[in-house]
């Protein structure tokens, strides 16, 4: 088995999706590895309202950032389609590795939540190497708990959004 394969089995790629290429970033800092994932030309997609398979309409450029690979954080680049559905129109894909409008991985906003469950929100922001105004993205996948501060200086959200970080 071959480190592409490795790649694959670990970010759990199934058809149409194919791991097209990957780089090992060390002129940044932190390190980064990017994987950039394509699906099969020619692929159909399921509808996100009917799931009947359709052809791609266009493609946008989306980027997830995933569990780090060792001690270097990773990214996960798609073109995802918008489908077009002779019946509901052209509607965006969902993807098997990441919720709709999140800027996470779905191991990465599990990796998270385990983590918030036992230390300090601050801490676990530190050792994902993630600010607060990213944890405004995870905030919907979490427990729904009353917010008050991430640090003493801003809101995490707003007053009527929950919040896992303080009961």
């Excluded at 058809?15 to 970033?25: E, G, I, R």
């Excluded at 990214?75 to 129109?89: D, I, M, N, Q």
């Excluded at 729904?144 to 919040?163: D, F, H, I």
Aim: proline share 8%; net charge neutral.
């Amino acid at each position: 088995m071959d480190g592409t394969q490795i790649l694959i089995l670990g970010l759990g790629l199934e058809a149409p999706w194919v791991l097209k290429d990957q780089h090992l970033n060390t002129a940044v800092s932190p390190h980064r590895v990017d994987l950039y994932v394509e699906t099969e030309r020619g692929s159909l997609y399921p509808c996100p309202a009917c799931g009947k398979a359709c052809p791609a309409h266009d493609f946008a450029e989306k980027t997830w950032r995933h569990l780090n690979f060792f001690q270097h954080h990773c990214y996960l680049h798609a073109h995802v389609p918008r489908t077009k559905c002779p019946e509901h129109g052209v509607k965006r894909i969902e993807v098997p590795w990441a919720r709709q409008g999140s800027d996470f991985t779905l191991l990465f906003e599990k990796a998270a939540m385990s983590l918030v469950k036992k230390m300090p929100v601050l801490a676990v922001s530190r050792q994902l190497e993630i600010s607060d105004k990213q944890w405004d993205g995870v905030l919907p996948t979490l427990p729904q708990r009353r917010c008050t501060t991430l640090s003493g200086e801003r809101p995490l959200a707003e007053e009527s959004v929950p919040c896992p970080f303080h009961a």
